[in-house]
């Protein structure tokens, strides 16, 4: 059984709240849990102390028998202490493809010739 530390959604519409649960992968996202381990409430100021409830011990013996964290857990857990996040980042992904790569290059071989068209009859 693969389990998953993640969040679970309750609260009203537009006011969310969350438990922090260790789950069943195959489960719902709100559906059955194996252990509520803490809540996280994003509706209140970041420097609240009850924002970010969390049993931290709970927390690592899961993650020792084998459960993995979601992305926005793991950065719960990371700020508090008890998992170091690996940053994930790919600079590839936000680059131009193909064919924008080749707009880009007609429009400033464009740009090159008018500078040069305009530069010519200056120097006459």
Not at 27 to 55: Q, S, Y
Not at 83 to 90: G, Q, S, W, Y
Request: hydrophobic letters at 45%.
């Amino acid at each position: 059984m693969s389990l998953k530390i993640r969040l679970s959604r309750g609260g009203a519409k537009k006011r969310p709240f969350y438990r922090i649960v260790v789950a069943d992968a195959r489960m719902p996202r709100d559906g059955r849990f194996v252990e509520k381990i803490g809540t996280f409430d994003p509706v209140k100021a970041k420097d609240d102390a009850t924002r970010l409830v969390l049993d931290v011990e709970k927390a690592k013996e899961w993650i020792a028998k084998g459960a993995q964290p979601t992305d926005r857990v793991a950065r719960l857990l990371d700020s508090v202490g008890a998992l170091a996040r690996t940053v994930r980042n790919n600079p590839e992904k936000a680059l131009p493809k193909k064919k924008a790569q080749e707009r880009a290059a007609t429009a400033a071989k464009a740009a090159e010739a008018a500078a040069a068209a305009a530069a010519a009859p200056a120097a006459e």
